[in-house]
């Protein structure tokens, strides 16, 4: 029996072993020594910058210890439950496999350090924003205070509880679909965190905010993947090469995410030449250094481990430079929370930010005009860059189709550009960038997201080419794309959501539930919350559309008259909400709007009434898309209908048609003999 073979074959045992816990001990010891001490370096200036007080050793290095104790066990939970979800096969019964069920193991006892990490954080963090010492703040009245009063606190209080949602979750799941939902729990807990400190406040908080939710992500997955491959090698778990495979393309893919926003993030808060002269640049200098060595390290060191994989040597040697590689990436996560206790530099933002500028992130020095909605734009890193992303995959699928002598219809993949064009405009143009600001705007962007580009999208049958373009596994082989995008299509999720009543409350129920319940109101003064509404919108568009018009199959596939009473059903019901904004006398967000206090917005209820006439209107548009689309469905139809008939026809001699002209001709002799 190969060597391999016999690895793989070897059963994986429980958990990781104890090398592998003492090499996550110690990793999270060296970052929080490295945050300490790098936090030291400006430790007194943060607190007089502020006019506080110094409050005394233990908070001021307690923080950033507390800190990379939750964020160590957040990285081990996600990495581990990537690992179980995506990278460790399942059986085929849908039941994790021995070595899925450890790293599932192993990613509870990470989400419960990572809880009770962040619970920790609130009272230092409490202590920290008010310059006290950490004793002082212990007691429940003026703890809960704080907390009601830092929005920093409460997102790592929500942080604490959807970690301990993730412990409860990893204790029961035994199976591969609720392993993916827990991963995806576990990464909905960094997004609280991701909204506070440096990065949201201040001006051009937008794009360092959008470049931490990159940051943060590929850091987790990066980190948190390479433990739990090492993990997985200690283990001897199956598949090992393979593995090591997905990972390697993984960690390349979070590498670049990082690089490249980290680098983002860093000259939002200053200058080139500062990177030189302060703290908080030299800090950010040796956080890219290490993040070049670990990259280039551990790119060519997975590489060779890879190739002798098949040899116990392999398995040897990429347990030990995986154990020193994490090691360093632990130690560039305290370099990370020591770059975020240390002060930017003023010379970015020595000058006084106006009130659009605080709350959006940006000044809107004039009006809006159809020169600045089309050509004064301001990118958006999450959807600008989504946008562009779908937009190369898709042609990179093409490609690969034709390389292999296959064809795809052109017009989908004119769809497809116009559906991410639209993305892009709709978020990344003037609309993006006066959306927050102005009520019609950002009426024009919701219709645009939510009625255009879905249109466009599922014409383009984004399914239908994944699965040609992804092989399929193989027999005995892991389940690879192909197989999680099949089960992800026919799962009881999607088959609820794409029912037609499902999909009509969801698409037309938004409106309502969004503007009319003071929903809207709170969401103005988030930036998270403008990132989850264009979520929202684009995916009840898509999931509306699917069964309509859609290309791909849908889990409930409509008849032809179906699809139109849906579409015809929503019509009323755009109609009026367009119609009530119009009559509506209540400004939506009012407080918001006359909050940014721009000059040139002087009439708040006119500018909702324009918003109001859009969302009226814009509703023909999609319907006049959606009608040419199935009649060009039911044309296409009707002609393959028609072949199919014909090669049939050819194959048998018409025997169908001859036999029906035969039974006429029967009945025509019966009717002649009776009326003889």
């Known amino acids: 029996m190969p060597p391999e073979t016999a690895l793989e074959n070897e059963p994986a045992r429980r958990g990781p072993s104890s090398s592998v816990g003492v090499l996550i001990v110690t990793a999270a010891v060296l970052a929080a020594i490295v945050a300490a001490a790098l936090t030291a370096l400006s430790a007194g200036a943060s607190y007089a910058l502020l006019g506080l007080p110094d409050p005394g050793p233990l908070t001021q290095y307690g923080l950033p210890v507390v800190r990379v104790i939750a964020e160590s066990g957040a990285v081990v939970c996600i990495g581990s439950l990537l690992f179980a979800a995506f990278c460790i096969p399942a059986q085929r019964s849908g ?8 790293a599932v193991r192993t990613a509870g006892w990470a989400a419960a350090v990572w809880c009770v990490g962040a619970v920790l954080v609130v009272p230092f963090l409490a202590a920290d924003a008010t310059g006290r010492p950490v004793g002082d703040v212990l007691n429940t009245e003026v703890l809960f205070g704080l907390v009601d009063a830092l929005e920093q ?12 949602v993730v412990v409860l979750a990893c204790r029961t799941v035994l199976s591969w679909g609720w392993t993916v939902v827990t991963f995806g729990l576990s990464l909905l807990a960094l997004f609280p965190v991701v909204a506070t400190g440096h990065s949201a406040s201040g001006g051009s908080h937008d794009v360092a905010t959008n470049s931490l939710l990159f940051h943060l992500f590929g850091a987790a997955l990066w980190v948190g993947g390479l433990v739990a491959l090492v993990a997985h090698a200690a283990r001897r778990g199956a598949h090992l090469p393979v593995v090591a495979r997905r990972y390697s393309l993984i960690a390349l893919v979070s590498w ?22 302060t703290t908080y640049g ?18 060519f060191q997975r590489r060779s481990a890879v190739q002798r994989i098949e040899e116990r ?28 206790r240390t002060p930017p530099p003023d010379g970015v933002t020595r000058d006084i ?38 937009a190369a995959l898709y042609l990179l699928g093409v490609r690969r189709l034709r390389q292999r002598g296959d064809s795809w219809p052109v017009g989908r993949t004119i769809a497809w550009l116009c559906g991410c064009a639209t993305l892009l405009v709709a978020t990344s143009s003037g609309i993006g960038k006066y959306a927050p600001a102005v009520f019609s705007v950002h009426m024009g962007q919701h219709m645009l997201l939510s009625m255009l580009a879905p249109v466009f999208l599922v014409l383009a049958g984004p399914t239908s080419l994944a699965l040609r373009v992804f092989k399929p596994a193989g027999k005995e082989q892991p389940p690879g794309p192909r197989e999680w995008l099949l089960a992800f299509v026919h799962s009881p999720v999607t088959r609820v959501l794409t029912n037609p009543i499902v999909a009509l409350v969801l698409f037309v129920g938004s409106f309502y539930a969004l503007y009319f319940t003071g929903l809207f109101d709170v969401a103005l003064t988030q930036h998270w919350a403008h990132l989850a509404m264009n979520a929202h919108f684009l995916l009840v568009g898509y999931i509306f559309y699917w069964p309509v018009i859609g290309v791909d199959p849908a889990p409930r596939p409509l008849p032809p008259m179906g699809k139109v009473g849906l579409v015809f059903a929503s019509m009323p019901f755009h109609a009026f909400f367009g119609i009530a904004l119009m009559m509506s006398s209540t400004v939506i967000g009012g407080d918001f709007y006359r909050g940014l206090d721009l000059g040139w917005m002087t009439d708040l209820l006119a500018d909702q009434r324009l918003g109001g006439g859009l969302a009226w209107a814009s509703g023909e548009v999609p319907l006049v898309v959606v009608m040419l689309a199935l009649l060009v469905q039911w044309s296409r139809a009707d002609n393959r209908a028609a072949r199919r008939i014909d090669r049939k026809a050819d194959a ?20 002649n003999q009776r009326s003889s």
């Open 95 to 102: 039941a994790l496999a021995a070595d899925g069920y450890a």
């Open 153 to 164: 606190a409460k997102a790592w209080l929500i942080t604490a509880v959807v970690a301990f």
């Open 256 to 277: 670049v995410a990082m690089a490249l926003s980290g680098l983002i993030n860093a000259f939002v808060r200053m200058t080139p030449e500062q990177l030189f002269t």
């Open 282 to 299: 030299l800090l950010m200098l040796l956080k890219i250094a290490a993040l070049v060595v670990l990259g280039v390290f551990g790119y």
């Open 313 to 340: 040597a392999g398995v040897a040697a990429l347990l030990r430079l995986g154990a020193v590689e994490a090691l360093v990436m632990f130690a560039t996560i305290g370099i990370a929370v020591a770059l975020g």
């Open 353 to 390: 930010p106006d009130r659009a500028e605080l709350l959006i992130g940006y000044p809107l020095p004039e009006p809006p005009t159809a020169f600045r909605l089309l050509f004064d734009g301001r990118f958006d890193l999450v959807y600008g860059t989504l946008a562009l992303a779908l």
């Open 652 to 671: 048998d001699g018409d025997a169908e048609l001859n036999a029906y002209n035969e039974m006429l001709r029967r009945l025509a002799e019966k009717d």
